[in-house]
């Protein structure tokens, strides 16, 4: 992430503006007692995963909207029951949530990109991918922009779900509430793998994922606050009003129709009483 200066003005009062920075300056390890590390003077940030714990970080701000960008390169060879996150999230039980998260695999098949979205401690909004890519091999950039109207993911700048603001068809969407980037790697092999059946083989441990080039353009809210300056974050680089163009919506559209695997929206087994308000909204 890349560190960053309040505007002097009021009406700017609340506005982050990103520049080069540093995982030592902008993230806290929070827990795996060493196996988390930040290397090369702060620009690349490891963690890893053994038979005796997982590591995670989170950054020290938080952000009412922002665009987020993180390169990662996940765990390689046979990663089957690790779990890779990488997810903004405020506190409490009634927190909104915004969730990627990678499902280790055996090796030579493709990894899982789960994602999720929770508002006022509710999630069940899932949406699975394959990657059409080794995520392995190199560093991929995920990302996620969150302003007033949207939320969405994005892979390598190619977006893969837009969760809109519905809030005039009485579906919440998460607006109010501060919230951290995280990421963990972790064991999850009861359920990470196809479906629990395939369990972590410890003799490849320890596992480890790769960070670097974490950006932030973001509002943070001074403290015991919770709003942002919409006009301040307009002038800053455009994500406040951004949203799926005309071009991006037809990648999207071939990211889903190829190598989206599951899908709430069309899962009638799990909602027998109606699937939920949002899937019949274009």
């Known amino acids: 992430m890349k560190s960053c200066y309040l505007f002097l003005a009021v009406a700017c009062s609340l506005l982050v503006i990103a520049s080069a920075g540093s995982f030592y300056q902008d993230c806290d390890i929070t827990w795996g007692d060493g196996r988390a590390k930040i290397l090369n003077n702060g620009q690349l940030l490891t963690l890893s995963l053994d038979k005796t714990s ?23 060879g046979n990663s089957a029951g690790t779990v890779t996150t990488y997810y903004l999230s405020s506190e409490g039980p009634t927190h909104d949530e915004i969730d990627f998260e990678f499902l280790g695999n055996l090796s030579g098949d493709p990894y899982t990109l789960h994602t999720n979205v929770f508002t ?114 307009s002038n800053n680089g455009g994500w406040w ?29 799990r909602f027998p009483q109606g699937l939920p308000p949002e899937c019949s909204i274009a």
């Open 54 to 76: 997982g590591s995670g970080f989170r950054t020290k701000n938080e952000y009412l909207f922002a665009k987020i960008d993180m390169q990662i390169k996940l765990v390689p």
């Open 120 to 233: 006022q401690g509710k999630g069940n909004r899932e949406m699975q991918f394959k990657l059409w890519f080794d995520p392995t091999m190199d560093f991929h950039t995920y990302s996620i922009l969150w302003n007033p109207r949207h939320v969405i993911f994005m892979v390598d700048g190619t977006p893969i779900r837009d969760f809109k603001n519905l809030e005039s068809r009485g579906i919440a969407f998460p607006k109010n509430q501060p919230m951290r980037i995280y990421s963990s790697l972790w064991n999850a092999d009861d359920w990470a793998t196809r479906g629990g059946a395939v369990k972590t083989d410890w003799s490849n441990a320890p596992f480890v994922a790769s960070y670097r080039n974490f950006n932030a353009d973001a509002c943070v809210p001074a403290s015991g606050t919770s709003k942002c300056a919409s006009n301040a974050a």
């Open 241 to 269: 009003n951004q949203e799926v163009d005309s071009t991006a919506q037809e990648r999207m559209k071939w990211v889903q129709q190829n190598y989206m695997i599951y899908n709430y929206c069309s899962d009638l087994k």
